[in-house]
C-alpha cells in the first residue's frame, strides 16, 4: 500500500473529529503490518484533560479489531489546521509500544505533499516493552 492511500485515509478520519474546543481537527491512519488500515481521529471532552489525540485513538482502534495484527508499519497523520501536524509526545510513546516503523505526514515543501519519517527520528533512544 503507497504512503497516498495511507494519508488518505488519515484526510478522512479528520473529517470525523470531535474538536469543539480546540477547532483544531486531527485524522491519523495506521497501517498494520498485516497490511490492514485503521483510523482514529482526535476526541475532546468538556473536562479538557481528557481529550484524545487522533493517533491514540487509531492504535486503540487497532488493538481492539485484531489482537493478532497489532504491529504498525506506518502511521499518517492529516490536519486541515496544520502542515505538517507531527504527533504529540504522548502519542509518539504510544506508537512505539505498537512497534511502529514510520511517520508520513503532510508537507507542502515537498513535491509529493508528503514526507516519510523514520520512527527513530521523531523518538530516538526509546524505552519500549522489550525493556522491561
Ligand atoms: N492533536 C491530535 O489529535 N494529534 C496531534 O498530533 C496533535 C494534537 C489534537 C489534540 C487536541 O484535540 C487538538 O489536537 C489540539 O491540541
Known amino acids: ?3 497516498a492511500t495511507v494519508m ?5 478520519a479528520a ?3 470531535y474538536a469543539p474546543y480546540s477547532g483544531f481537527r486531527v485524522g ?3 497501517l498494520t503490518e498485516g497490511g490492514t488500515l485503521r483510523a482514529g481521529c482526535n476526541v475532546e ?4 484533560g481528557l481529550g484524545i489525540c487522533a493517533e491514540r485513538s487509531a ?3 487497532m488493538a481492539l479489531a485484531d489482537p493478532e ?3 504498525i508499519r506506518l502511521v499518517a497523520v492529516a490536519s486541515p489546521n496544520a502542515a505538517p501536524c507531527f504527533p504529540c509526545g504522548a502519542c509518539r510513546q504510544v506508537l512505539r ?15 509529493s505533499g508528503l514526507r516519510h519519517y523514520p520512527f527513530e527520528a521523531l523518538l530516538p533512544h526509546s524505552f519500549g516493552p522489550e525493556h522491561l
Open 69 to 71: 495484527d497489532r504491529k
Open 28 to 30: 491519523a491512519a495506521i
Open 1 to 3: 500500500m503507497d504512503l
Open 8 to 12: 488518505k485515509a488519515a484526510r478522512e
Open 15 to 17: 473529517q470525523n473529529a
Open 59 to 61: 492504535a486503540v482502534a
Open 45 to 48: 471532552n468538556a473536562s479538557y
Open 97 to 111: 509500544e505498537f512497534g511502529c516503523k514510520g511517520v508520513v505526514l503532510e508537507d507542502p515543501a515537498e513535491a
